[in-house]
């Protein structure tokens, strides 16, 4: 592939233009960063289903942002959650 910038011919796999320095694959740069509201939510929804679905909406309103990193395991964080209030409330019934 080219350089966007300068037109310079760069490696497939390369994240940055070597004669310019600027990003050649957009999707290396900004959208990078970890989701980690998915990530929360995903771990918190075993635990504390609350805390799961406030970490999973988050993590799911963010993954649009971020060309959908992290929706899958948000939504899992969601399911989840859901699933476990409701076997915590069956619980909590049969006490
Ligand atoms: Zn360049």
Same mark, same amino acid.
């Given at each position: 592939?080219?350089?966007?910038k300068?037109?310079?011919?760069?490696d497939?796999?390369?994240? %940055? &233009?070597?004669?310019c320095g &600027?990003?050649?694959n957009p999707n290396s740069t900004n959208n990078n960063q970890k989701n980690g509201m998915a #990530?929360?939510?995903f771990? &918190?929804?075993f635990f504390i289903p609350l805390l799961g679905w406030i970490f999973g909406g988050i993590g799911l309103s963010r993954s649009f942002s971020r060309n959908g990193k992290g929706?899958?395991?948000?939504?899992?964080a969601l #399911? #989840?959650?859901? #699933?476990? %209030?409701?076997?915590?409330i069956k619980l909590m019934a049969s006490l």
């Amino acid at each position: 592939m080219y350089c966007k910038k300068c037109g310079r011919l760069v490696d497939d796999n390369a994240t %940055f &233009c070597p004669d310019c320095g &600027c990003a050649t694959n957009p999707n290396s740069t900004n959208n990078n960063q970890k989701n980690g509201m998915a #990530i929360a939510g995903f771990v &918190c929804s075993f635990f504390i289903p609350l805390l799961g679905w406030i970490f999973g909406g988050i993590g799911l309103s963010r993954s649009f942002s971020r060309n959908g990193k992290g929706k899958g395991l948000s939504i899992a964080a969601l #399911i #989840i959650s859901t #699933i476990m %209030f409701a076997v915590n409330i069956k619980l909590m019934a049969s006490l």
